[in-house]
T-cell receptor
């Protein structure tokens, strides 16, 4: 199965700063990668699909890039509501797998 | 606006069977272009896809190898819902269980609608 490794595990930043989160796949997943946001007590929410496309209603400050094995989620200027856990997920191979998550916390 | 409403027990005894149901509103379990999944989340295993069912001329079922021998995901078209049965539960199955819709986005299917989750604890 494809293992997704996210880094860093925790990222401490202040509102207004730029956040860069990484997801690395153990083998190529082409561009079949998604990013999800999860807040405490809530289910994940789809942010980005096919590595770089924003889902409906997702603000433009969220962007995704990468292909093959290396992917990045960037939040250009952090808003207070952006502090959450972010997970990547691949749909290139079975079973579908998720990264272990990056916790974005307020510094 | 589509919604998924989960129901089922939060406590299961070891060796017993977990049964959860996910009622769909605003969409159809039989719709072509959607798949109905169960995903669980625990501190030790993170998010883990368990399986899915979808209709494509006939019903298709796909399961993760890790649970394939003891899982069943079935649709109920009369009630527009789908269910999860997981047999022979152990403490390692303690997790939050989510029902999730997979739908077509761009080049493939992604998980775009999630239930609120059910915390299932396996304990005597």
């Amino acid at each position: 199965e494809v293992v997704l490794t996210q880094s860093p595990a925790t990222l401490s930043l202040s509102p207004g700063e730029r956040a860069t989160l990484s997801c690395r796949a153990s083998q190529s997943v082409s561009s079949y990668l998604a990013w999800y946001q999860q807040k405490p007590g809530q289910a994940p929410r789809l942010l980005i699909y096919d590595a770089s496309n924003r889902a409906t209603g997702i603000p433009a400050r969220f962007s995704g890039s990468g292909s093959g094995t290396d992917f990045t989620l960037t939040i250009s200027s952090l808003e207070p509501e952006d502090f959450a856990v972010y997970s990547c997920q691949q749909r290139s191979n079975w079973p579908r797998t998720f990264g272990q998550g990056t916790k974005l916390e307020i510094k | 606006q589509a919604r998924l409403q989960q129901s089922g027990p939060g406590l299961v005894k070891p060796s017993q069977t977990l049964s959860l149901t996910c009622a769909i509103s605003g969409d159809s379990v039989s719709r072509n272009g959607a798949a109905w999944n169960w995903v669980r989340q625990s501190p030790s295993r993170g998010l883990e896809w368990l399986g899915r069912t979808f209709y494509q001329s006939q019903w298709v079922h796909q399961y993760a190898e890790s649970v394939k021998s003891r899982i069943a995901i079935n649709p109920d078209t009369s009630k527009n819902q789908f269910s999860l049965q997981l047999n022979s539960m152990t403490s390692e199955d303690t997790a939050v269980y989510y029902c999730v819709r997979g739908a077509s986005w761009g080049r493939g299917w992604y998980f775009d609608l999630w239930g609120r989750g059910t915390l299932v604890t396996v304990s005597a």
